[in-house]
């Protein structure tokens, strides 16, 4: 059980384009999915945090405007990367939460490599 | 803030060796400690999880242990195998707003 997919798993883009990134909790539902970014040989880097129905809440530094989140369900939630540059490029994991209480255990997501040319 | 450190950076061990890997935290504040896997381009693999009452947590060839007083952590990994070969991270989880708190991670690599 605990399962988080991701799609797409890589997508290459042009600069100036918009790539959507989903996340999907298969057997639980996550009141609570996170979005991280991590740059070769980093560690993961906490980017927002997306409760279901309420919007996102950004990490210092994260432009939300660039970074869209959105957590219609209790089962997905999508990151759009808008107007994007070659400096956001990276890998970008999701992760995701059951039930609400501080100890829960976070469930990843196999990520996503953005490579944006 | 919270700073997680991991120690060493990398580690090269010949196959069947038992290993630690090291994890120190700046806030001993903590609800719990998780160590992950993880391999090139790929996603986190949670490995083991402790709640911060506990004081350390077992799974197969993995034991983990906690010492919130003094901020650190261990992963024991015994009788390494190649197929152990990954980055292995240690994130804590601070207060109650869920976020986790990673640190860089270890590269070990097992030599058959």
Known sequence: GAVVSQHPSWVICKSGTSVKIECRSLDFQATTMFWYRQFPKQSLMLMATSNEGSKATYEQGVEKDKFLINHASLTLSTLTVTSAHPEDSSFYICSAQDGELSYNEQFFGPGTRLTVL | ?112
Do not use: H, M
């Open chain 2, 1 to 112: 803030k919270q700073e997680v450190t991991q120690i060493p950076a990398a580690l090269s061990v010949p196959e069947g060796e038992n290993l630690v890997l090291n994890c120190s935290f700046t806030d001993s504040a903590i609800y719990n400690l998780q160590w992950f896997r993880q391999d090139p381009g790929k996603g986190l693999t949670s490995l083991l999880l402790i709640q911060s009452s506990q004081r350390e947590q077992t799974s197969g060839r993995l034991n983990a242990s906690l010492d919130k007083s003094s901020g650190r952590s261990t992963l024991y990994i015994a009788a390494s195998q190649p197929g152990d070969s990954a980055t292995y991270l240690c994130a804590v989880k601070r207060g109650s707003n869920y976020k986790l708190t990673f640190g860089k991670g270890t590269l070990l690599t097992v030599n058959p």
